[in-house]
């Protein structure tokens, strides 16, 4: 009896350690792809003509890691933000290698090569206490939802620009905070639940879009069939509650302190014009995410305030109705139910129901965070097939060419961020025309 116990725990062991040298062989596969597709990014400038000017080079960062300095930082708004993470992020690469852009590009891929690994790491975890896969599934689905965020072009911006490095931070301590709250359900450990806590204010801290992270939990809690009726559940979310509820009024006020000479007019669409708009970047973003073509460093509304919406955009609700109402059956499967609520969830935010400070109708750094409910279905479905005989050659030579389609994107896309010239230089000239019209008129 003891042999055969001691039989089985060797197994065990063995079996771990497989794992460990199979994660640790994924991780260096990940960092090393990463770096292929930004090295470019390495020799790129400051876009001292798009916002680094202003977001990177000021008297914070100048101002180091002086006690007043940091003060400054923990307590004023600055140009209509409150990110004091990520400004005593630039503060610290500055005090020891001043204004050379090298260093905050390098620190950008970094951050970015953490979220990667973050992110298998999240899935991975999050797979084996759902109990819904086997083991050769669990790393299959988590290593190719982390592979597309290590190589998709739509997820340049936010690493090639350095002034975008807070959605990089935010999502750091965000993706983490997910990872810990897992092993929180697990374990129930007052410890985890602090750390949450600590990571929430600390995701904050570096981007107010942090404020949905209690909203996320509920969607783990789905995941792993908590009765979300409970009473646990919810008086486990209420202090996250109260704390987004804080962050949300920092956030507004911080707003409303936009300095005259940053000032952009809020737009004040009428509210079907904002449904339609939040129709079409839903819309946009998910259909960028699966075929990334014609990304652009701004997008503009198609119209003015006051004038009326072409006709082709009302195409974007009635077909997101009759596919939700067609495919209902299809959205309740419980795992496309998460891939595709993590995505909305994370653009809610940004769908302009609520109007924004912007003049721009999308960009690619909203779609950060978002994006990994896309990449998690997209290898979800291809270990659906990936298995079946019939399919499985196709699968795989059409998998290879796609990633390899979209790597040498991004490394090319990561180039066109060099600097504002070049940035500016690969816009059509018409675009260019009315983004100055539209810079007049909403700074006026």
Not at 232 to 259: D, G, N, Q, R
């Amino acid at each position: 009896m003891n042999s055969s116990i001691m039989q089985k725990k060797g197994f065990s062991i063995s079996g771990e350690i497989a794992k460990t040298k199979l994660s640790l062989i994924i991780s260096i596969s990940l960092s090393l792809i990463v770096f292929l597709v930004y090295i470019p990014v390495l020799s790129n400038k400051f876009q001292l003509g798009w916002d680094d000017q202003v977001i990177v080079i000021n008297g914070y960062t100048g101002g180091g890691l002086r006690v007043d300095n940091l003060w400054l930082i923990l307590t004023q708004f600055y140009a209509g933000q409150y990110a004091p993470v990520n400004q005593l992020y630039y503060s610290i690469i500055y005090s020891i290698f001043g204004y050379n852009p090298f260093w905050f590009h390098l620190f950008s891929v970094l951050i970015h090569l953490a979220n990667v690994l973050l992110t298998y790491s999240f899935i991975k975890l999050l797979l084996t206490e759902a109990k819904g896969f086997d083991d050769k599934s669990t790393y299959r689905i988590a290593f190719i939802t982390a592979l597309l965020m290590a190589v998709h072009p739509f997820l340049v911006e936010s690493v090639a620009w350095v002034a975008a490095s807070k959605v990089l931070i935010y999502a750091f301590f965000y993706l983490t905070a997910l990872h810990v709250y897992v092993k929180y359900v697990k374990s129930k450990h007052v410890k985890y639940y602090l750390l949450i806590i600590t990571l929430f204010v600390l995701s904050f801290g570096a981007k107010e879009q942090a404020v949905i992270l209690p909203f996320c939990f509920l969607l783990i809690d789905y995941v792993l069939k908590r009765d979300i009726r409970s009473k646990v559940v919810w008086y486990e979310k209420l202090p996250l509650i109260l704390l987004a509820v804080v962050f949300t009024s920092i956030t507004l006020l911080s707003h409303k302190a936009i300095p005259s000479d940053l000032h952009i007019r809020q737009l004040r669409y009428p509210f079907y014009q904002n449904v339609i708009f939040a129709c079409y970047t839903i819309t946009e973003y998910l259909v960028k995410c699966l075929i990334p073509v014609k990304l652009q460093y701004i997008y503009l509304f198609p119209n003015a305030v006051g004038q009326e919406v072409p006709i082709r955009f009302w195409i974007y609700p009635a077909c997101i109705i009759i596919i939700i109402v067609s495919f209902f059956n299809f959205w309740k499967q419980k795992w496309v139910l998460f891939g595709i609520s993590f995505f909305i969830i994370h653009l809610v935010m940004v769908l302009h129901i609520v109007p924004m400070d912007r003049f721009a109708i999308m960009a690619d750094r909203y779609v950060y965070l978002a994006s990994i409910g896309v990449f998690f279905l997209m290898a979800y479905f291809f270990n659906q097939v990936i298995d079946k005989q019939y399919y499985k050659y196709w699968v795989q030579v059409v998998g290879f060419v796609y990633l390899t389609t979209i790597a040498i994107y991004a490394n090319q896309h990561s180039r066109m961020w060099h600097d504002s010239d070049k940035l500016k230089r690969d816009l059509a000239p018409e675009v260019i025309y009315r983004i100055q019209l539209q810079e007049q008129l909403y700074s006026k």
